[in-house]
């Protein structure tokens, strides 16, 4: 299947800024347990180790290019599976919500863990605050927008 560049452009863009914004309003400034720079540098160590927490913005910007490119990945996965999965395409909200908590499970029980050689430390407030996010930042973007390309 050849996947639709234009559609994909725009909700990685959307979505990737989204989830960028999301991440840096609620744990940044709403929850202060870290900074816009951490974030992105954090996002960096899982290549580059925990060196990234000292290379300043360089490292930080690495960060922010390795979760646009996260998010590339999330989009493409959703124009895939969209034309093959019938539950995808009933209801663009159930649908946001789904892929949301499935980008949030993998990233946390797989990616997270394999990176970092540790599980996330998981609690009812991390949970929630981390899915709820997701759902909107990538799940809402990607199901509105694929759900527009391919009804067309």
Not at 22 to 48: D, P, R
Not at 79 to 88: T, V
Not at 124 to 131: E, H, R, V
């Amino acid at each position: 299947m050849k996947l639709p560049f234009k559609p994909i452009l725009l909700t990685w863009i959307i979505a990737g800024t989204a989830d960028a914004l999301a991440a840096i309003m609620v744990y940044a400034w709403i929850l202060n347990k870290t900074t816009v720079l951490q974030i992105f540098q954090g996002i960096a160590s899982g290549i580059a180790g925990k060196d990234a927490f000292n290379g300043g913005a360089e490292t930080a910007v690495l960060g922010l290019l390795l979760h646009y490119f996260i998010a590339l990945c999330w989009v493409m996965l959703y124009f895939l599976l969209y034309p093959r999965f019938k539950f995808l395409q009933k209801n663009i909200i159930a649908s946001a919500i789904i892929y949301g908590l499935f980008v949030w499970l993998f990233m946390n029980i797989i990616v997270l863990p394999v990176t970092f050689g540790r599980p996330p430390v998981l609690t009812m407030n991390n949970i929630f605050t981390g899915s709820i996010m997701l759902m909107f930042a990538i799940g809402l973007p990607v199901s509105i927008i694929a759900d527009h390309y391919f009804r067309k």
